[in-house]
């Protein structure tokens, strides 16, 4: 079946350490984007590409870095930079342009050890 | 910032009763999308309404859009316990195409 798959469900991030969050999908997407979502509020968007080797930062860019080297795969990196980085991290995909739903994998949750 | 602004924030009703969530927005938009999720999954695309359009249906799903007065309701018709979840408008009012801002969420319990 079709989707996006979001790798690891759970993560722990030491003090200084830099952490990777896996976003891959399958269902020929050319738009990728990443969300913030912390307890009990909306998602928050960090950065999202709309085609291959280009992407572009969202509202709370700072603190996290990306990548988009293939159409399927748009890792997300949570630099030591993001001073509160506990929170519900999100990859969504789309068809490009206008008035197209996003499909979301389930997500990772990301907490500080 | 965030652009919509869902309203009630929480809501709890009885299986069977109808459940109506509000969403306010402050620019013009391409158009407005539904979004449900359930307690730490990701969201599930429900209704993307456009500008031009008034009303949608989808089973017992119906969303209305005022751009007049920017704002849009979901109604859930016939509710079951299966429904608890969070539900979440968002707007893309960007000229790329599909940017995406959402609400805080309304959170809604069926009880059985």
């Known amino acids: 079946d079709g989707g996006i798959t979001q790798s690891p469900k759970y993560l722990f991030r030491k003090e200084g350490q830099n952490v990777t969050l896996s976003c891959e999908q399958n269902l020929n997407h050319d738009a990728m984007y990443w969300y913030r979502q912390d307890p009990g509020q909306g998602l928050r968007l960090i950065y999202y590409?709309?085609?291959?080797?280009?992407?572009q930062k969202g509202d709370i860019a700072e603190g996290y870095s990306v990548s988009r080297e293939k159409k399927e795969s748009f890792p997300l990196t949570v630099t030591s930079a993001q001073k509160n980085p506990t929170a519900f991290y999100l990859c969504?995909?789309?068809?490009?342009?206008?008035?197209?739903?996003?499909?979301f994998g389930d997500g990772t949750r990301l907490s500080i050890l | 910032s965030q652009q919509g602004e869902e309203d009630p924030q929480a809501l709890s009703i009885q299986e069977g009763e109808n459940a109506t969530m509000n969403c306010s927005y402050k620019t013009s938009i391409n158009n407005l999308q539904w979004y449900r999720q359930n307690s730490g999954r990701g969201l599930v695309h429900l209704i993307l309404i456009r500008s031009n359009e008034r009303e949608k249906h989808s089973g017992r799903l119906r969303v209305t859009l005022d751009t007049s007065k920017k704002s849009s309701s979901l109604l859930i018709t016939a509710s079951r316990a299966a429904d608890t979840a969070s539900y979440f408008c968002?707007?893309?009012?960007?000229?790329?195409?599909?940017?995406?801002?959402f609400g805080g969420g309304t959170r809604l319990m069926v009880k059985p």
């Open positions: 968002a707007t893309d009012a960007s000229n790329a195409g599909n940017m995406l801002t």
């Open positions: 590409s709309q085609i291959v080797n280009d992407f």
């Open positions: 969504a995909s789309s068809i490009q342009g206008t008035n197209q739903p996003q499909h």
